[in-house]
Nanobody, 121 residues
Framework: QVQLVESGGGLVQPEGSLRLSCVVS????????MAWYRQAPGKQRELVAR???????NYGDSVKGRFTMSRDKAKNTGYLQMNSLKPEDTAVYYC???????????????WGQGTQVTVSS
């Protein structure tokens, strides 16, 4: 079984910072891409940041220059550093990973349960 567990969300004032973590655990052969998505109430889930297996990143237009995604391959952990937060960043943030569980298996998508980020004064 594979689990993705996010942490680091919470309440922060505008212009503040938070760092989200996503720990991947379980029976894993390899993690390929990882990504962060978010979903605000009444809105569709949107891509925040994506990192390929080659550690190439791309970001949603609304977070470019403010958010930074990173990975620690040894710890099977992804991070999302969020700076200069705005009220419109308020959402549930989800971690996504493309994982192969065995050497000869296929790559599947896995999701975490989400962590709430609220930006408010």
């Amino acid at each position: 079984q594979v689990q993705l567990v996010e942490s680091g969300g919470g309440l922060v004032q505008p212009e503040g910072s938070l760092r989200l973590s996503c720990v991947v655990s379980g029976s894993i052969f390899s993690i390929y891409g990882m990504a962060w998505y978010r979903q605000a109430p009444g809105k569709q889930r949107e891509l925040v940041a994506r990192m390929t297996s080659d550690y190439i990143t791309n970001y949603g237009d609304s977070v470019k220059g403010r958010f930074t995604m990173s990975r620690d391959k040894a710890k099977n952990t992804g991070y999302l550093q969020m700076n200069s937060l705005k009220p419109e960043d308020t959402a549930v943030y989800y971690c996504n990973a493309n994982i192969k569980r065995t050497m000869w298996g296929e790559v599947y998508d896995y999701w975490g349960q989400g962590t709430q980020v609220t930006v408010s004064s």
